[in-house]
């Protein structure tokens, strides 16, 4: 007998049916005797008709408001799947992440689980009960209603996972595992087995929404055994692995990509230290996360700064940096909110030479110029147009065999 937690997203639970063929397939593993705690998440939309919600009373809502109207639409689910779980005639008990005390930390709208008291559901499991609890969220110390940020349901599964110290955790979506790049973009992806804890890290990261990163952090951080499935049909899935080995590493596991990115440029800045400090000191202040930066060498005794932060804060960096660019005396301001992310990822690269410069040939051959490159060693982020994005992502699955069970080798 095992202890499992599922976690079912919202496509999964979308409609009256689909929650019913949830509750089929629960009471059909708990009658074979495994024990198991369910997240779920709000129903497919919700959670963003509860956002245009908010917006349609105010434009700037309450974080703190905004949090106890996000954390209805799991509410909703739970009871719905409890319900449907005993019309068939297994006990279950939902909870909320009050309820069931997931405490946070109190940042509205992307809290942090602090800690989990799990005694309650180990009570419910003990009388036989299936416990149904709400993803997304918790509560602050003084009882606040937090929620986890977007795909945050991934990390209330997870973080259940380790606090049960569960013999699984196990993900169902509407795909049946880990691709090695988003098959809604290149249907020639393929379903990977296994796929390592580094790598899922990365591509959750650099913008694979397949799994949260912060379910990722957490599975890495208790070594929670985890594994991506469909909820709409059976089959292995990926499981991600703690162990890799190199020598049958592939070159590359997969293709990640953001479209939400936004690059911010400050020209003729002059080069002498504490410049960048003072820029993005002020960028932190205002609580705005900056991904990749770049700065040039000078070529007089001035230099361009470049950097990218997440779309949806560059007109807030934009105006920092206005007033950044008055106070240390810069030329001018440029942005552009239409770029991208491309990354390729794989712990095969740290045993293989050339594999950047395979990336930049292949986007050079379909014409793609290339405006910022990262690297770390089992990663190659670049920018490029947000017109090349598919172009450049299909190119590149192309271009290192992602679709062939076999990888080529440069
Ligand atoms: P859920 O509502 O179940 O949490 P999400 O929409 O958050 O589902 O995540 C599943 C989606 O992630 C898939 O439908 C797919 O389009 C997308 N996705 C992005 N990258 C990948 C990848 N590498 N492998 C599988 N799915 C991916
Ligand atoms: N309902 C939340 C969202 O849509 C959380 C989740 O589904 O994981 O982002
Ligand atoms: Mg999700």
């Known amino acids: 007998m095992a202890l499992i937690v599922q976690k079912y997203g919202g496509t999964s639970v979308g409609s009256p049916e689909r929650i019913s063929a949830v509750a089929e397939k629960v009471a059909r593993m708990r009658k074979a005797g495994d024990d198991l705690v369910i997240v779920v998440s709000a129903m497919s939309g919700e959670t963003d008709r509860l956002i245009k919600l908010a917006k349609a009373i105010h434009s700037d809502p309450s974080p703190r408001e905004l949090d106890v109207l996000l954390a209805t639409g799991e509410q909703t689910t739970i009871a719905l799947l409890s319900m449907a779980l005993e019309k068939i005639g297994c006990p279950a008990r939902s909870y909320t992440g009050f309820q069931v005390h997931i405490r946070t930390d109190n940042v509205y709208g992307k809290a942090r689980i602090l800690d989990i008291d799990e005694s309650r559901v180990r009570e419910d499991l003990k009388k036989g009960r299936v416990v149904v609890i709400a993803g997304f969220q918790g509560a602050?110390?003084?009882?606040?209603?937090?929620?986890?940020?977007?795909?945050?349901?991934?990390?209330?599964?997870?973080?259940?996972?380790?606090?049960?110290?569960?013999?699984?955790?196990?993900?169902?979506?509407?795909?049946?595992?880990?691709?090695?790049?988003?098959?809604?973009?290149?249907?020639?992806?393929?379903?990977?087995?296994?796929?390592?804890?580094?790598?899922?890290?990365?591509?959750?990261?650099?913008?694979?929404?397949?799994?949260?990163?912060?379910?990722?952090?957490?599975?890495?951080?208790?070594?929670?055994?985890?594994?991506?499935?469909?909820?709409?049909?059976?089959?292995?899935?990926?499981?991600?692995?703690?162990?890799?080995?190199?020598?049958?590493?592939?070159l590359i596991s997969g293709i990640a990509f953001n479209r939400d990115e936004a690059k911010l440029t400050l020209r003729g800045v002059p080069d002498k230290p504490g410049i960048a400090a003072q820029i993005l000191g002020e960028i932190g202040k205002a609580n705005i996360n900056v991904d990749m930066i770049v700065q040039n060498v000078a070529a007089d005794d001035t230099t361009d700064f470049t950097f990218t932060v997440h779309r949806g804060e560059y007109k807030k960096a934009r105006e920092v940096l206005a007033r950044v660019a008055q106070d240390l005396k810069a030329r001018e301001v440029n942005g552009d909110d239409k770029i991208v992310k491309i990354s390729i990822v794989g712990v095969g690269m740290r045993s293989h030479a050339g594999i950047a410069s395979q990336m930049f040939k292949t986007l050079a051959d379909e014409g793609i110029n290339i405006q910022m490159i990262s690297t770390s060693e089992i990663k190659v982020s670049v920018v490029v147009e947000e017109k090349y994005l598919e172009l450049g992502v299909r190119a590149l699955h192309t271009a290192f065999g992602l679709e062939k069970t076999s990888q080529s080798t440069v």
């Open 140 to 250: 602050d110390q003084d009882g606040n209603i937090t929620t986890l940020g977007r795909g945050g349901s991934d990390t209330t599964g997870v973080a259940m996972a380790a606090a049960l110290k569960a013999d699984e955790c196990q993900i169902y979506t509407d795909v049946d595992g880990v691709y090695t790049t988003d098959p809604r973009i290149v249907p020639e992806a393929r379903r990977l087995d296994r796929i390592t804890f580094e790598e899922m890290l990365e591509l959750a990261s650099l913008g694979s929404k397949v799994l949260q990163i912060r379910s990722v952090e957490f599975a890495g951080k208790y070594r929670v055994p985890l594994r991506v499935l469909s909820s709409f049909e059976d089959g292995p899935g990926t499981l991600i692995t703690y162990e890799e080995n190199e020598m049958e590493a592939p």
